[in-house]
């Protein structure tokens, strides 16, 4: 089946360091692919999308590309803020299918 | 962006009672809504998905007796816990999807059951 592979968490980096959560995945066909930041107490925000291979998808200083010969789409932000402190999701959803995968998440701590 | 709202954003009952969490888009007609738990510092774990007018398909391993979720309008989906024990306390998030399969998500439900 399909899957989302994050890389292990907590991360804590300083204020303006550079950020990289590493995702893979593993699909059947061609997915889109998302990622979602939750705060603390809150619910899920898309931060990103991208539907097909090469595609960047961009938000608030982050980006990911699909990179179909890796199976991957890293999160990266070149200047890391005290409030982009949050949990990361990767996800995935196959083309007509209704159920979004996680990967198990990233908690992201930036340190002023 | 579309809105989704849940209520009560936090509930706290006694053990063997039973507590309704609503779901609802507030400016888009959901077709399709899906319920998650989330356990501390855990990824979402997809309940049930539930299209407008249809019983809810369950995900294996979650009780349907125990969580009864309606969608009997494009605009509401409730999950309700029934005689909630302690192990049900959790983070339940709903979400939505419409015309373009893009779910949005509401900002959860916290369930402490005494």
């Known amino acids: 089946g399909d899957s989302v592979t994050q890389m292990e968490g907590p991360v804590t980096l300083s204020e303006e360091a550079f950020l990289t959560i590493n995702c893979t995945y593993t699909?059947?066909?061609?997915?889109?692919l998302f990622w979602y930041v939750q705060y603390p107490g809150e619910g899920l925000q898309l931060l990103l999308k991208?539907?097909?291979?090469?595609d960047k998808g961009s938000n608030k200083g982050f980006e990911a590309t699909y990179r179909k010969e890796t199976t991957s789409f890293h999160l990266e932000k070149g200047s890391v803020q005290v409030s982009d402190s949050a949990v990361y999701f990767c996800?995935?959803?196959?083309?007509?299918?209704?159920?979004?995968?996680f990967g198990q998440g990233t908690r992201l701590t930036i340190n002023p | 962006g579309a809105v989704v709202s849940q209520h009560p954003s936090w509930v706290i009952c006694k053990s063997g009672t039973s507590v309704k969490i609503e779901c609802r888009s507030l400016d888009f007609q959901a077709t399709t809504m899906f319920w998650y738990r989330q356990f501390p510092k855990q990824s979402l774990m997809l309940m049930a998905t539930?299209?407008?007018?249809?019983?809810?398909?369950?995900e294996q391993g979650v009780e349907k007796d125990k969580f009864l979720i309606n969608h009997a309008s494009l605009t509401l989906s409730t999950l309700t816990v029934t005689s909630a024990h302690p192990e049900d306390s959790s983070f339940y998030i709903c979400?939505?999807?419409?015309?373009?399969?893009?779910?949005?998500f509401g900002p959860g439900t916290r369930l402490t059951v005494l």
């Open positions: 991208a539907t097909k291979a090469d």
């Open positions: 699909a059947t066909g061609y997915p889109s």
């Open positions: 996800a995935l959803i196959e083309g007509g299918a209704q159920k979004l995968v």
């Open positions: 539930s299209n407008e007018g249809s019983k809810a398909t369950y």
């Open positions: 979400s939505a999807s419409g015309t373009y399969n893009e779910q949005f």
